[in-house]
């Protein structure tokens, strides 16, 4: 399995003979997509013009209800805790929303049903994208996961700090900070390694991880 982050919160994974793409926005997109993941309507995680770029006629797109139609149909929707099987791969959304970062008193920039994040089940293994979220409760549910790709730029998401707890919490195999704005990944990385034995792995955009 091949994890190539493409920048900010888009990837590009190839897992069980299929090309899955992860929130369309940065990077190169020099493959038609099997599978398009989005997470939630931002522009710069559902770009439709990257997404009319890879997708083909069979292609799978997996989206919020409110990305629909600024996609254009068809686009399948799962709600948290619901999955849907692509020949050898199964895709699981889960909860992602904010609770303590707010565009106004009491309006988050991520509210809780807005968007979701994603779990994607292929070779035996379990890639967690969370999404634009807070380390929110529900992280702590999650098990099994070899890799979580967190966000750790904070202002819309976590920062290191509560991405780092994230990640205790989740006690994935490898963690991967993303959405990282100009903060600094190795602040993640050392409050991870110096309580634990997950191996952070701090990508650029356009390098890849093989797991």
């Not at 982050?5 to 003979?17: E, R, T, Y």
């Not at 926005?25 to 009319?52: M, P």
């Not at 199964?90 to 994603?118: I, L, Q, T």
């Not at 963690?175 to 997950?198: G, K, L």
Request: charged content about 30%.
């Amino acid at each position: 399995m091949k994890l190539k982050w493409l920048g900010h919160a888009s990837w590009k994974i190839k897992a069980a003979g299929k090309t899955i793409y992860i929130d369309p926005y940065q990077g190169d997109y020099d493959e038609k997509a099997d599978i398009i993941l989005v997470t939630h309507s931002h522009f710069d995680h559902c770009d439709v013009n990257k997404i009319k770029m890879i997708r083909r006629d069979d292609t799978i797109i997996i989206a919020p209800e409110d990305c629909v139609q600024k996609i254009g149909p068809p686009v399948e929707t799962l709600k948290p805790g619901e999955k849907k099987t692509i020949d050898d791969i199964v895709v699981e959304a889960v909860e992602a929303y904010n609770y303590k970062r707010f565009r106004s008193p009491g309006n988050p920039y991520h509210p809780k049903g807005f968007g979701v994040g994603y779990l994607i089940h292929a070779e035996g293994k379990t890639i967690y994208h969370a999404g634009d979220t807070d380390f929110i409760p529900e992280m702590k549910q999650l098990k099994g996961i070899d890799v979580a790709l967190l966000p750790s730029g904070g202002t819309y998401t976590m920062d290191n700090e509560e991405a780092a707890e994230a990640a205790l919490a989740i006690e994935p195999k490898i963690a991967v900070p993303m959405h990282i704005w100009d903060t600094d990944p190795r602040e993640f990385r050392r409050r991870i390694e110096s309580v634990s034995d997950i191996r952070v792995v701090i990508l650029r955009p356009g390098e890849t991880l093989d797991v």
